[in-house]
T-cell receptor
Framework: QQKVQQSPESLTVSEGAMASLNCTFS??????FRWYRQHSAKGLEVLVS????GEKEEGRFTAHLNRANLHVSLHIREPQPSDSAVYLCAVKRRSNNRIFFGDGTQLVVKP | NAGVIQTPRHKVTGKGQEATLWCEPISGHSAVFWYRQTIVQGLEFLTY????????DSGMPKERFSAQMPNQSHSTLKIQSTQPQDSAVYLC?????????????FGSGTRLTVL
């Protein structure tokens, strides 16, 4: 069973400072990675998808994937208080459509 | 495009009662997923349909949980004899499923509370 672990559990940054979130996964055949954001009591919103090693940017959100190190990260440039939410890493294996989620990082952006 | 619609938003049941949760996927999406979210377990996969057919229900507790997709416009998750440990937010997601890389689009969830 795929294990997806996120760190840190919670992160507080000041408005405008870079926020960096980490995600490690256990199945090296995984080929489909996404970062979602979940505001309190709401559904998940996809932020960025990445399928090959390297970097993928979507607006202020940049994902970095290093499959050899079983690691994918999310960097948020110039975070704003409205970015305060839980950020979830989602990993899909090549072999099937099961998507495994990490437990999330609670991000708080202070004005 | 209204997105994935889940009803009801909140449901409270007594222990032993039945709960039925509804999901309307985005029109044209052929894949529907159900997840359960709790603070302790995080997001757990329950089951997945493609073109209304059940593809993978390996995450479903076998005894009291069942899911159906009778037509392409809605899916239901039924929990019989609900227990307090079933309390969670149940999330439905749909995907165009044209390729394995498709994004999941989530509804806002149904918060189930079993007293």
């Amino acid at each position: 069973q795929q294990k997806v672990q996120q760190s840190p559990e919670s992160l507080t940054v000041s408005e405008g400072a870079m926020a960096s979130l980490n995600c490690t996964f256990s199945d090296g055949t995984s080929n489909n990675f996404r970062w979602y954001r979940q505001h309190s009591a709401k559904g998940l919103e996809v932020l960025v998808s990445i399928f090959s090693d390297g970097e993928k940017e979507e607006g202020r959100f940049t994902a970095h994937l290093n499959r050899a190190n079983l690691h994918v990260s999310l960097h948020i440039r110039e975070p704003q208080p409205s970015d305060s939410a839980v950020y979830l890493c989602a990993v899909k294996r090549r072999s099937n459509n099961r998507i495994f989620f990490g437990d999330g990082t609670q991000l708080v952006v202070k004005p | 495009n209204a997105g994935v619609i889940q009803t009801p938003r909140h449901k409270v049941t007594g222990k032993g009662q039945e709960a039925t949760l509804w999901c309307e996927p985005i029109s044209g999406h052929s894949a529907v997923f159900w997840y359960r979210q709790t603070i302790v377990q995080g997001l757990e996969f329950l089951t997945y349909f493609r073109n209304q057919a059940p593809i993978d229900d390996s995450g479903m507790p076998k005894e009291r949980f069942s899911a159906q997709m009778p037509n392409q416009s809605h899916s239901t998750l039924k929990i019989q004899s609900t227990q307090p440990q079933d309390s969670a937010v149940y999330l439905c997601a749909s995907s165009p499923a044209k390729s394995s890389a498709e994004t999941l689009y989530f509804g806002s969830g149904t918060r189930l509370t079993v007293l």
